[in-house]
């Protein structure tokens, strides 16, 4: 059998390079206040591998994305262990695109802050008055770079992911920083609007494309998952202060009362950690994860 060693390790992810195609595995690992705790948070993995195929699948109607299958069978027999099952997605190599899409439809976080001392969010003036949390008229589509490891990705306006593009791509920058928009502002409204149906606000999120062997672009990565976007609980929503994390709050709330852990969860807080990963999923799908 051949066996597969990660070609990229990330906090949460590994990424295995199969030939023409890559297995993303998503661990069980979490990251709280950008530091990978101790606990292994079981099914994590998979709610959140499970979570992008049912984004994916809901809006190939958008533009194509990189899913090829999730089922292990359909990977080299290396992937068809126990340790792999659910939480691993087989894709379709692409040509990443170098700018990480991120849109936001509340205002918090980073965005909030900008606000706070100017009036605006990544280049584009906000109406005054706005509330930490409030929800935004519309959209707002708030481009970075990708960042080499250890730097911080650097925010840039649509007119530099242009240009940025440009450099790359002669000819093309104007075309694709367009196209990476609006697929990002369209698929950002589909799927914000059905999550709010079942009880989750999607505050904001990072999509990244890449091109295909013909040049098109597709949707890559993960896809709205909690690893990626603010998931907030529709149920107390109230603008005026910062909103409970769907998934980590308990994480966070506990990490934040016990100044002087190592890390580490106790196991009630893990277990109810675990519950809340397992619930969002099936709020958003309808079904219990298999
Ligand atoms: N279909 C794909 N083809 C090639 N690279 C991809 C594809 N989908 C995602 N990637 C890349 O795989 C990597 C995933 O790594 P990740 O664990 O998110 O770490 P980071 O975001 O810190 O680079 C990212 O660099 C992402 O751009
Ligand atoms: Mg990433």
């Not at 990978?36 to 049912?54: C, D, H, P, R, W």
């Not at 939480?87 to 802050?113: D, N, Q």
């Not at 008229?137 to 840039?156: F, L, Q, V, W």
Request: net charge negative; charged share 30%; with cysteine.
């Amino acid at each position: 059998m051949q066996e597969f060693k990660p070609v990229k390790e990330g906090k949460v992810r590994e990424i295995y390079d199969i030939g023409e195609s890559l297995v993303i595995v998503a661990t069980d690992r979490i990251s709280c206040f950008d530091v990978i705790l101790n606990n292994k948070v079981e099914k994590k993995g998979a709610v959140l591998t499970q979570m992008s195929k049912f984004w994916f699948d809901m809006t190939k109607d958008i533009l194509p994305n990189h899913m090829i299958s999730v089922d292990v069978n359909d990977m080299p027999e290396f992937f068809r262990s126990g340790q792999f099952q659910g939480k691993s997605m087989l894709c379709k190599k692409l040509e990443m695109l170098p700018v990480e899409c991120i849109v936001r439809g509340y205002i918090t976080g980073s965005g909030w802050a900008s606000y706070k001392e100017n009036g605006t969010v990544c280049g584009i003036r906000l109406p005054e008055g706005l509330k930490e949390s409030d929800k935004l008229a519309e959209p707002i589509y708030t481009p970075s770079t990708k960042a080499e490891i250890g730097d911080h990705d650097e925010n840039i306006s649509f007119e530099q992911s242009v240009a940025y593009l440009e450099e790359r791509y002669p000819g093309k920058g104007a075309e694709y920083a367009e196209k990476m928009r609006d697929y990002t502002v369209a698929l950002y409204k589909k799927c914000a609007e059905y999550a709010l149906t079942r009880g989750i606000i999607i505050a904001d999120t990072k999509f990244e494309f890449g091109l295909d062997e013909e040049g098109n672009i597709v949707l890559g990565d993960e896809m709205l998952t909690p690893d990626s976007s603010r998931f907030w609980p529709a149920a107390g929503y109230e603008p005026g202060h910062g909103q409970p994390s769907f998934d980590k709050q308990f994480a966070r709330d506990w990490l934040r009362a016990n100044p002087g852990n190592d890390w580490t969860l106790p196991q009630d807080i893990l277990e109810k950690t675990i519950a809340k990963y397992l619930q969002g999923y099936e709020l958003l799908t309808g079904k219990p994860l298999e």
